[in-house]
C-alpha cells in the first residue's frame, strides 16, 4: 500500500476562497483522522470518522470548516470561506481498529498559505 | 479527558551524547502511548508504542521508553545520539474507554537538534 495520500501538497489561496483537501486512507483502515498542525498551537485533532461516520468534531474550529467521508476511500477538509489564520500544515492519518491495537498512520500534510 | 504534556520544546544535544524527551500524560482510564517522529517537511511516523505487557519498549534505531503508571510518564530515551536522529518528537495517548468512541491526543512536540 501507498499509504495515506493527501492532496495537494502545497495550497495558497486568497482570503475569502473555499479551500478543498482531499485524503485517501490506507485501505482497509476504519478510522480517518483530520489534524491541524501550527507553531502556536500544535498538532490539533479536528475530526475523525468510523466507517465513514463523523465520531467527533468538537476540534473543527468553527463552521467555516467541514469535513466529508462518502466512502472508505476518499475523505475532504473543506474550508469556506478561507482566513489567513487557516494557515497551517493539514494531516490526514488512518488507523485499523482505531488504534485499540495499532497506531495512526499519518500522511505527509497539505501546507495551506492563505494571504 | 486525556492530555499529554511534554515538559521540553526543545532541547540541543552535542552527537554521541544520552538524550530524554520527557512526557507526562493525564487520563482517567487505561491508556496506550506512542513516540512519533517528524523529521522536516514530512508527515509523522510512529518511532515506539506501550500497548501492554513490559513496561519498556525499545524501537529499532535505538530509542526506548519505559512507561511508568505511578508516575504517569513516558519518557524516551537514546544513550547515543547522532545527526540524523534531528527532528520534533510527539508523544500521544489514546485511551481504552471502549466503542467507536477514540482519541489519539498529542502533545506539543519537542525539537530535538543533534549538533556535531
Known amino acids: 500500500d501507498a499509504g495515506v495520500i493527501q492532496s495537494p501538497r502545497h495550497e495558497v489561496t486568497e482570503m475569502g476562497q473555499e479551500v478543498t483537501l482531499r485524503c485517501k486512507p490506507i485501505s482497509g483502515h476504519d478510522y480517518l483522522f483530520w489534524y491541524r498542525q501550527t507553531m502556536m498551537r500544535g498538532l490539533e485533532l479536528l475530526i475523525y470518522f468510523n466507517n465513514n461516520v463523523p465520531i467527533d468534531d468538537s476540534g473543527m474550529p468553527e463552521d467555516r470548516f467541514s469535513a466529508k467521508m462518502p466512502n472508505a476511500s476518499f475523505s475532504t477538509l473543506k474550508i469556506q470561506p478561507s482566513e489567513p489564520r487557516d494557515s497551517a500544515v493539514y494531516f490526514c492519518a488512518s488507523s485499523l481498529r482505531g488504534g485499540y491495537t495499532a497506531e495512526a498512520f499519518f500522511g505527509q500534510g497539505t501546507r495551506l498559505t492563505v494571504v | 479527558a486525556q492530555s499529554v504534556t511534554q515538559l521540553d520544546s526543545q532541547v540541543p544535544v552535542f552527537e554521541e551524547a544520552p538524550v530524554e524527551l520527557r512526557c507526562n500524560y493525564s487520563?482517567?482510564?487505561?491508556?496506550?502511548l506512542f513516540w512519533y517522529v517528524q523529521y522536516p517537511n514530512q508527515g509523522l511516523q510512529l518511532l515506539l508504542k506501550y500497548l501492554s505487557g513490559s513496561t519498556l519498549v525499545e524501537s529499532i534505531n535505538g530509542f526506548e521508553a519505559e512507561f511508568n503508571k505511578s508516575q504517569t510518564s513516558f519518557h524516551l530515551r537514546k544513550p547515543s545520539v547522532h545527526i540524523s536522529d534531528t527532528a520534533e518528537y510527539f508523544c500521544a495517548v489514546s485511551d481504552l474507554s471502549g466503542g467507536s468512541n477514540y482519541k489519539l491526543t498529542f502533545g506539543k512536540g519537542t525539537l530535538l537538534t543533534v549538533n556535531p
Open positions: 487520563s482517567s482510564v487505561s491508556v496506550y
